[in-house]
């Protein structure tokens, strides 16, 4: 299932007019600047997780905003380039809960069913959140919604305050939530060290006979 068939999923959640609203959106941003990722990775999330194969959610807020690191997932970037403090943080846990990982694309997680969904799918380079309140919160909500509705469980992963707001928009009592601190060097030290959100998630879907994700992999 590629992202189109997720948008048609996704259609009774928003305004028809709104596809329209971000063709003209992304046409606009990538003439007038760098913008990250590019523009053919922007629904990359979708295009690496399907709808039907979705097991677990990690939700970042923004792309990151310098050259070559965004990849269009979650906190991921390719092995080519130094591992932001963020997600040096988010392997030490893994190390700690689970074992050592020798990569730090994430994209292996992403093919085996963990969506690593953004909130804002693009930034302007150098610009933290600069696209935030734009255009992408209401399509990313509803990706939310869409796999909350779900008829089966799915693991929901919640770092920081800005992720933690989104838990209003899981109802089903099937899913699982794991929120903590965000891996950020300015918080992991409050509650993301030690808060072991990789073996919880594997024994949630053990529990409820669903193959747990190699995090390793």
Not at 171 to 179: F, Y
């Amino acid at each position: 299932m590629q992202h189109s068939a997720w948008h048609d999923a996704i259609k009774e959640y928003l305004p028809e007019h709104y596809y329209g609203k971000v063709k003209a959106f992304l046409a606009q941003v990538y003439q007038q600047g760098t913008v990250y990722p590019p523009q053919d990775k922007v629904f990359a999330a979708l295009q690496k997780t399907s709808l039907e194969d979705v097991r677990v959610v990690i939700l970042g807020q923004d792309p990151y905003h310098g050259p070559k690191q965004a990849q269009g997932l979650s906190f991921s970037v390719p092995d080519d380039l130094p591992a932001p403090p963020s997600l040096q943080n988010i392997l030490k846990e893994l190390e700690d809960d689970i074992g050592h990982r020798a990569h730090h694309d994430l994209t292996a997680w992403a093919e085996q069913g963990v969506l690593l969904l953004n909130a804002c799918l693009t930034v302007p380079a150098g610009n933290a959140n600069g696209h935030a309140g734009l255009i992408w919160e209401p399509f990313t909500d509803a990706i939310i919604r869409l796999v909350n509705d779900l008829d089966r469980p799915v693991v929901f992963i919640l770092w920081g305050g800005y992720a933690r707001k989104k838990k209003a928009l899981i109802t089903n009592g099937q899913h699982l939530v794991i929120e903590s601190a965000h891996p950020s060097p300015l918080s992991s030290y409050r509650g993301f060290f030690g808060s072991r959100p990789f073996s919880k998630t594997n024994a949630f879907l053990t529990k409820n006979q669903e193959a747990p994700i190699d995090w390793l992999k």
